[in-house]
């Protein structure tokens, strides 16, 4: 059966709804929780869930912006926001992010039961939710790829953009591809390196070719180069 994820900041509301929807009717057979937008991503890269109850006012993350990460995500998965603001701004962007209900708090007892109701109908009509992909990996490598040629990429900066931990970044992107954060850089840095001084319509220098990949420093660009391929840039053209 389904499992329900529920985020909100507030400890005291967040397990007193997961223990009342646990004792009542509903199409879920597992409740989590989740105190953050991050520790939620984390949660819904570990596994599956068909639907969310998000609260707006999270303490890391927008709740909206939450929502759309889930969508790009995990379309599957159904979101309701759970908010204490009657917002017309926020309804609307609840509208362009396709959320399926609004409730505000204090919620009735009421309208979970009848938000339980809707959910059963939805799921009972749409494909079970697959595991997850490793999608904050692959997330992790087209951001790396996106931003190669800054010479302050890091983990950090990565991590902040995906909206999760570092050291959560860097265990998913050593399980799909067996290397570190910095590892799968370098290696990409070089891979883009070696694809222009294979060129020989481009005359970059050394120097150019080590900016254009994110390497300040020539000199120890060409250390680097040396190190993982055997050759320095320069015999590596030559041949």
């Given at each position: 059966m389904p499992s329900l994820l529920i985020v909100d900041d507030e400890q005291a509301l967040r397990h007193g709804l997961?223990?009342?929807?646990?004792?009542?009717?509903?199409?879920?057979?597992?409740?989590?929780?989740?105190?953050?937008?991050?520790?939620?991503?984390?949660?819904?890269?570990?596994?599956?869930f068909a639907a969310a109850l998000v609260d707006i006012n999270l303490g890391d993350i927008n709740g909206l912006d939450l929502i759309s990460l889930i969508n790009q995500r995990y379309p599957q998965t159904l979101v309701v926001i759970i908010s204490g603001y009657d917002d017309f701004d926020f309804a609307r962007r609840a509208i362009k992010l396709k959320v399926l209900d609004y409730l505000l708090k204090p919620i009735p007892r009421s309208d979970l039961k009848q938000l339980m109701a809707t959910l059963a109908q939805k799921?009972?009509?749409?494909?079970?939710?697959?595991?997850?992909?490793?999608?904050?990996?692959?997330?992790?490598?087209?951001?790396?790829?996106?931003?190669?040629s800054d010479k302050n990429l890091s983990l950090t900066r990565c991590a902040q953009a995906l909206f999760v931990s570092e050291t959560h970044l860097s265990k998913q992107l050593k399980q799909m591809t067996g290397m570190t954060f910095l590892e799968y850089l370098t290696t990409y840095r070089l891979?883009?390196?070696?694809?222009?001084?294979?060129?020989?319509q481009l005359q970059y220098t050394i120097t150019d070719i080590a900016t254009k990949v994110?390497?300040?420093?020539?000199?120890?660009?060409?250390?680097?180069?040396?190190?993982?391929?055997?050759?320095?840039?320069?015999?590596?053209?030559?041949?």
């Open positions: 997961a223990h009342y929807l646990a004792h009542l009717e509903s199409p879920f057979e597992t409740i989590v929780t989740a105190e953050n937008g991050q520790t939620a991503l984390a949660k819904l890269e570990q596994q599956p799921l009972a009509t749409v494909p079970p939710v697959k595991p997850v992909a490793n999608d904050l990996a692959t997330s992790g490598q087209t951001y790396i790829e996106a931003h190669y891979k883009k390196a070696q694809e222009l001084l294979r060129n020989p994110g390497y300040e420093d020539a000199h120890y660009f060409s250390r680097v180069f040396r190190k993982k391929l055997g050759q320095s840039p320069l015999q590596y053209r030559q041949h």
